[in-house]
């Protein structure tokens, strides 16, 4: 398709803000592309082949290039156009997200769905809920918050986070709503291989009392495993995460409860298991939501399926 150097140089005098790339125009642009011809192109959008080649000419129009050289049998495109034709199909794409978008908004379901979680409960169940996540709402924007214990609930309570998980507790408040998930965390006691305690075949309470304790920042109550084995006074450093405790214990600085998975992924073999009656200590895990905002259907499906059994 030849356009004229006068017409070209009137698109070209057209400022920007003029311009209005239809998807009408960009859609019959790549899709003669594809077909090869413009006569194809109108038969796959059921229309016209003028009413396709008129939306192609304006497009050359307004982009002020040629799209197109026509061959003997089919269209080719130009070096312009073959440039340009990945650009037109960003556009289609982004429109086609816009529209569905649009849509969700529509029926009420989010746009955004925020999981706080503590990084010691992350057992395959998880994974493959987040593929499900992934594979059912592709254009979902989903954001994982680590955080441990209270720290999650003051994330649903806010409204920061849609939907939390962490340790079991004794009680919540009023404005929590909860549910336990099938799956359980499995905590361990870990020290360094070249630690003294990792040479004692049996630990006891009072062996773990004479060495420094690792434990998270963020605990106030009893909301760990090991919590029955701190001794008051006793010397500790904390690390707001079990990521940052696991890393304290492979340098040697004192013994910590570590939840197993945790230490399968990320220790490398540097953490020896303690043995000590009663451990290791299976704890459940709740899944819970705030009754002060309401379940959009995004994340009532996410809990549904947290709620069921791999």
């Not at 125009?25 to 229309?47: D, E, I, N, V």
């Not at 696991?246 to 409860?257: D, I, K, N, S």
């Not at 220790?267 to 002060?292: I, N």
């Amino acid at each position: 398709m030849i356009i004229g150097k006068a017409v070209i140089k009137k698109s070209a005098a057209i400022g920007k803000s003029d311009m209005n790339h239809s998807p009408e125009s960009l859609q019959a642009f790549a899709l003669a592309a594809s077909c090869g011809s413009l006569s194809a192109a109108a038969r796959r959008l059921g229309k016209s082949q003028s009413t396709v080649s008129g939306a192609v000419a304006r497009l050359e129009l307004d982009l002020g290039v040629q799209l197109f050289e026509r061959g003997p049998r089919q269209l080719i495109l130009s070096e312009a156009g073959a440039n340009l034709l990945i650009y037109a199909k960003e556009v289609l794409a982004a429109s086609d997200r816009l529209t569905r978008h649009a849509a969700r908004m529509a029926s009420g379901q989010e746009t955004r769905l925020t999981l706080a979680l503590s990084d010691a409960y992350q057992p395959k169940q998880y994974e493959a809920r987040l593929l499900e996540l992934d594979q059912r709402f592709p254009d979902l924007q989903f954001e994982c918050l680590l955080a441990e214990h209270t720290d999650v609930l003051d994330l649903v309570c806010q409204g920061r986070a849609h939907l939390g998980l962490l340790a079991a507790q004794p009680t919540y408040s009023g404005d929590i709503a909860y549910a336990r998930v099938p799956a359980s965390a499995e905590f361990g006691l870990f020290v360094a291989r070249s630690h003294p305690l990792a040479a004692l075949q049996t630990v006891a309470i009072e062996d773990l009392a004479r060495w420094r304790a690792l434990r998270l920042s963020s605990v106030t109550t009893s909301d760990t495993p090991s919590d029955e084995l701190f001794v008051s006074g006793a010397r500790c450093w904390t690390a707001p995460d079990y990521l940052l405790l696991l890393e304290m214990a492979v340098l040697g600085f004192g013994w910590a409860a570590l939840p197993r998975q945790l230490v399968t992924w990320y220790d490398s073999g540097q953490l020896q298991e303690l043995q000590l009656p009663g451990w290791p200590k299976h704890v459940p895990v709740d899944v819970v939501w705030s009754r002060q905002h309401e379940l959009r259907p995004v994340a009532a499906w996410l809990l549904d399926r947290l709620l069921e059994s791999v």
